[in-house]
């Protein structure tokens, strides 16, 4: 079903507290904050500016109702869900007292309509029915042609469902709801003993279906109750089926606001008990689920090699505990996404950086990363960070074992034997790595392309580079130079084989160096760590 070209108008706070209509042409805006950001009364807020206009469907709801569904008409099921009562004398009112107990619980009220609304549906289906069947008659009188057989209600309802829940099925029938796994009707149970998720979407799919026309529609929490897989899905539908409707969602759920596509995205930055400051979300190349992540962390952000929940990534979060830690993967993407992000600070206002392990990058090289807030470990590979000698030194005294011996063994097995033994491929891997740094600093033109490019490959003198590196390296080794070595020595095996010195099974000494500095200060772990790591800026 294709969306209409249609202009929706909505009102949001400024940041002193007045009231700014807008315009959009997406019929859903999804506002995203996160707990304690004043999400709920912002609702609440935007629903007391048109209450006429305006139907909020709150976080609170509860999601039972009765077998058998105590029928009414359309007019009187509506009044109900929309005003709260059927009153004449408070629908008059025209404020909604009556269904958030007269102001005095706009967000904590809970919703105790799901049997008007299944009402409100049924009679709106038989409105419709009512209406086909007169148009029916009309034509026979006339003789005109029939009209085709209206998509009702109930069929989209049906439509929806089946959308969602493709292995079982609902049948209306009685005036009643029942559901069934597909083939198997014989089975059927009363809808009223759905699972919650299925009971969700009957509720929230009916209470969209049966809204008067030409409103804006308010969830609080459209989550709620169901899960990832489904609820894009439903929300998508009914934006779908209401597209006369404006759809706000109010949500912390940074999965539904970020594959929620076709949505303006607006943030709550902050809520001082009075005034909301918000700002609208500008589409970039940024990941948005991403994006929203950190804007609810209320952190500095650290792009940080390696996977969610590696030991590196975890020794991260130790050694920076008041920073929102964001694994990437690869050096290439903490790069790419500390600068992205550092350029699009107006959105989240924070503090960007990236650490990245050192490998065989120069100072030169070192330099200009800084200069974007890329800054590099003093070890050749992070993995190197959990043999320094300050927390074997530390490891040695907590596990009780005499710290002299277990370093000299530690030490004249990294140097001598795994060191000692790769130097002439660490070097080639070393001079490899200068020499594509050079050429990608080299300046090529499109003009003289050939030319220029033989020039940048004839000015890199690969036999110095070589020689020196080789030099370097010799130097390393004969020095017995530990911490000079950890800096050079790309080899990520280093720390899952040293565990038996300290008597600790080598594939357990990760969990446990983990495991003790969790249990540690945050000083006693920096005192430890902080001659290789680098010091960022809050």
């Known amino acids: 079903m294709l969306k209409n070209l249609k202009n929706y108008k909505y009102k949001l706070p400024t940041i002193n507290g007045e009231s700014k209509e807008h315009a959009t042409n997406s019929n859903s805006i999804i506002i995203i904050g996160a707990n304690g950001s004043g999400k709920s009364k912002l609702g609440a807020w935007i629903e007391g500016q048109d209450p006429l206009d305006v139907h909020r469907i709150g976080a609170q709801r509860n999601l039972n109702f009765q077998e058998n569904i105590p029928l009414s008409n359309y007019e009187y099921s509506k009044n109900r869900i929309f005003y709260g009562t059927d009153l004449e004398s408070e629908i008059q009112n025209k404020d909604k007292r009556y269904r958030w107990d007269f102001g005095k619980a706009y967000t904590t009220k809970l919703l105790n309509d799901f049997d008007v609304v299944l009402a409100a549906l049924i009679a709106l289906y038989n409105n419709e029915t009512s209406k086909f069947l007169d148009d029916c008659k009309m034509a026979e009188k006339n003789n005109y042609s029939k009209p085709n057989t209206p998509f009702t209600v109930l069929d989209k309802l049906m439509a929806i469902w089946n959308s969602i829940f493709p292995q079982r099925n ?7 709801f029942f559901a069934y796994e597909r083939n198997k009707i014989t089975k059927k149970y009363s809808a009223n003993q759905m699972s919650d998720g299925e009971r969700a979407v009957l509720y929230l799919a009916s209470q969209v279906l049966v809204v008067p026309d030409n409103k804006t529609l308010i969830i609080d929490e459209p989550e709620l109750h169901l899960h990832n897989s489904i609820m894009n899905i439903l929300w998508e539908q009914l934006e779908n089926y209401r597209q006369d409707c404006l759809f706000i969602y109010i949500t912390h759920d940074t999965n539904f606001a970020a594959s929620h596509k076709n949505s303006e995205k607006i943030w709550i930055k902050n809520y001082d008990g009075e005034n909301w400051n918000l700002e609208k979300i500008i589409s970039s190349d940024l990941p948005e689920k991403l994006l929203f992540d950190i804007l609810g962390s209320r ?33 290439m993407q903490v790069i790419m996404r500390t600068k992205s992000f550092k350029l699009t600070q107006n959105i989240h206002n924070y503090n960007v950086y990236g650490i990245i392990d050192r490998d065989f990058r120069t100072e030169v090289e070192i330099n200009k990363l800084e200069k974007d807030n890329i800054y590099t470990l003093k070890v050749a590979e992070v993995e190197n960070l959990f043999v320094i000698e300050e927390l074997i030194s530390f490891l040695a005294n907590h596990l009780g074992k005499n710290f002299s011996d277990v370093f000299s063994n530690i030490n004249n097995y990294i140097i001598k034997k795994r060191f000692g033994n790769q130097i002439h491929s660490q070097v080639r891997k070393n001079v490899v790595s200068q020499i594509k740094y050079e050429l990608s600093m080299a300046e090529i033109s499109e003009i003289n392309t050939k030319e220029s490019l033989t020039n940048a490959v004839g000015n890199i003198n690969t036999d110095n580079i070589y020689e020196d590196t080789l030099n370097s390296y010799k130097e390393a080794l004969l020095s017995n130079d530990y911490k000079r070595v950890l800096e050079m020595f790309n080899e990520k095996g280093l720390s899952k084989s040293i565990g038996h010195y300290l008597g600790v099974q080598n594939n357990d000494y990760l969990n446990t160096v983990i495991s003790i500095l969790r249990n540690k200060e945050q000083t006693e772990v920096l005192e430890i760590f902080k001659n290789y790591i680098p010091k960022l800026q809050n």
């Open 299 to 331: 952190k500095n952000i650290l792009f940080v090699e390696g996977e969610e929940n590696s030991f590196d990534t975890q020794l991260y979060s130790i050694l920076y505990p008041n920073y929102f830690i964001i694994p990437c993967g690869s050096c």
């Open 170 to 176: 609902l049948l209306f029938k009685d005036s009643k």
